[in-house]
């Protein structure tokens, strides 16, 4: 369990109207999906009765089902699957948003206000389907609104030697039934087999992800992982017509040689590793298993080097906004993250490596279940920060984009 | 919710032989416009412009005005010369889901397997105003009798009396 609400928590921070009318040039939809994202949401009953389990992609909830996730009227996806509030009625600190029924719409409610109308999402027509191996293909390929993504390896072996996994995971503890698991790793069979299903669905796909826990055995530290990688994308690409197919991976920080294989044995198109905390002391507390295995400026020079195997633009590093903040040993005040995060993140760029945030959650099963997040305020100048930096040094945004992902708000104001 | 439309503005709309042109400012707050490839009139009374380019400057402004509240411009010229003014905010940027996906493949039909639809943009309509130049004139003749070049109301010529 997370920690309880804060019941005077709306006293000490600026609300979501304050801040509404404090940055009017920021996208009101990015501030509310920064915010939801934050703080998480429940379901009334109303709002539970307008799902439909043969329409809409489904979580349990209760003895009932939610929806996995929420877009916006402007197509900015709200996602909440990672909001453990959702599933498992944890809370973190904040009173999460309300979805209820208006007028018969669907509407985002807090304090009694309602934010604007929200929309469910819709599963993909394999998602009832079954592999000839007997697995349900949700369970091989994800989907969000407009992507699909699939992770090869569901445990991260970062959490092999205890206390080294990164301490605002909730995945890593929960991947441990997988390890050593026939289906530890994805099976390149059965992805071909649902990529026969996404064919079938026109209109559908924008792009695809790939991602996973850390594997880090072979020659060289992490090559099982990179061929698990070139084994997916392989089987992905078995459905295209063009070497090259819109897509990501979000892996470990592989080596040059590593990376030229990966752009060159697959349809590979955009490259992602995460740095997850801009501030080297602060990276090797919060994430002690990457920073063991490489360092903070290897991550990065190894971000250099991806951009010149895969160009400007098509490279991003990401960081779980807020912890670096934690206590103890976070920084103190919200002024002083944000000086940090801006002067990595200029460095980072002026090599050419894109910027995105994902918004931290506290979830349960992580070692930082106790903490609290930043305020909004904090979001939203980091958000725009980072936007602002990604224009000065004309970083295309297009690898991560809304429909591609949309986790990422300093990225989701890029559309104007 | 739109507000009730003349069944004129419903044929201009649903008549492939209209040309319609979109305009809607950005965050310069310069406008930008564009002739629709496809607009249609929806159930509910909203209009459906359908953008085919991701990274166009409309869909951008359209963005801008969904983000902040701003209204756009339809223009409508029908194949008889007769010219309306639709003035919208929209809506919903449609991309994904079954509705989508059903307009996604109804466009291709009509338009080609290589036509990319990105958005059905689904705008409520605030008011609508013809500007064909006979009713526009008649209408400024009307409402703003003194706006004119005098000679129109010059007598041939003025009497010694």
Redesign the interface.
Same mark, same amino acid.
């Not at chain 1, 669905?201 to 559908?204: A, D, I, M, P, V």
């Given at each position: 369990m997370a920690v309880e609400v804060d019941k005077e928590w709306r006293k000490k921070e600026e609300s979501y109207w304050e801040i509404l009318k404090k940055y009017p040039?920021v996208? +009101?939809?990015i501030i509310t999906q920064i915010d939801v994202q934050r703080r998480g949401v429940v379901y009334t009953d109303a709002a539970l009765d307008k799902v439909d389990a043969k /329409?809409h992609q489904v979580d349990p909830y209760k003895d009932r089902v939610a929806p996995s996730s929420l877009?916006l009227?402007?197509?900015t996806s709200i996602i909440t699957h990672f909001t453990f509030s959702t599933s498992k009625k944890t809370l973190n600190s904040r009173e999460p948003y309300i979805v209820d029924v208006a007028d018969d719409k669907i509407v985002l409610v807090d304090d009694d206000r309602i934010i604007d109308e929200v /929309?469910y999402? %819709?599963k993909p027509k394999f998602y009832d389907k079954k592999t000839s191996f007997g697995t349900p293909m949700q369970e091989v390929v994800d989907a969000r +609104?407009?992507r699909f993504s699939l992770s090869v390896s569901k445990y991260c072996h970062f959490w092999d030697k205890p206390g080294e996994g990164c301490k605002y995971c909730g995945i890593g503890a929960a991947g441990a039934k997988y390890k050593g698991c026939a289906n530890e790793r994805v099976n390149p069979e059965e992805i071909k087999e649902v990529m026969k299903e996404i064919l079938k %669905?026109?209109?559908?796909f924008t792009g695809v992800v790939l991602t996973g826990g850390s594997i880090l055995s072979g020659d060289e530290l992490c090559d099982d992982e990179l061929d698990a990688y070139i084994g997916a994308l392989q089987a992905i690409g078995t459905a295209f017509k063009t070497k090259k197919f819109p897509s990501q991976v979000n892996s470990t920080a592989l080596s040059e040689r590593q990376l030229i294989r990966l752009y060159e044995e697959t349809g590979l198109t955009s490259y992602t590793t995460d740095l997850e905390v801009f501030n080297e002391e602060i990276f090797k507390w919060v994430c002690p298993g990457k920073a063991a295995h490489i360092s903070f400026s290897e991550w990065k020079k190894r971000l250099y080097q991806a951009v010149e195997i895969f160009g400007k633009g098509q490279v991003n590093t990401g960081i779980v906004s807020g912890v670096e903040l934690a206590t103890p040993y976070g920084f103190k005040t919200e002024e002083e993250a944000l000086k940090a995060d801006f002067e990595t993140a200029e460095e980072l760029a002026s090599h050419g490596v894109g910027l995105k945030h994902d918004v931290w959650n506290v979830v349960p099963n992580s070692i930082f279940f106790k903490q609290t997040t930043p305020s909004l305020d904090y979001y939203v100048r980091l958000t725009k920060g980072f936007y602002e930096i990604m224009q000065k040094y004309g970083i295309s945004t297009e690898m991560d984009n809304y429909?591609k992902c949309s986790m990422h708000a300093s990225i989701n104001l890029d559309? /104007? | 919710m739109s507000l009730d439309i003349t069944e004129e503005i419903e044929k201009i709309i649903d008549d492939k032989e209209t040309v319609s042109v979109i305009s809607a400012v950005g965050k310069n707050g310069n406008p930008v416009s564009q002739v629709g490839k496809k607009l249609t009139l929806w159930e509910d009374g909203r209009i459906a412009y359908y953008e085919f380019l991701e990274s166009s400057q409309l869909q951008k402004n359209l963005v801008y005005s969904i983000w902040f509240g701003k209204e756009i411009i339809i223009s409508l010229i029908g194949k008889d010369g007769k010219n309306y003014s639709v003035v919208g905010k929209p809506y919903q940027a449609l991309i994904a889901g079954h509705v989508f996906e059903a307009e996604y493949e109804k466009t291709q039909e009509e338009f080609g397997e290589k036509t990319d639809l990105s958005t059905v943009w689904l705008i409520d309509i605030v008011r609508v105003t013809e500007d064909t130049y006979e009713v526009a004139k008649e209408r400024e003749e009307k409402e703003h009798p003194y706006l004119m070049h005098m000679d129109h109301i010059y007598k041939e010529e003025i009497s010694d009396e």
């Open positions: 040039t996208s +009101p939809f /329409i877009l009227r402007d197509g /929309i999402w %819709e +609104p407009q %669905e026109k209109g559908r429909r559309r /104007i | -």
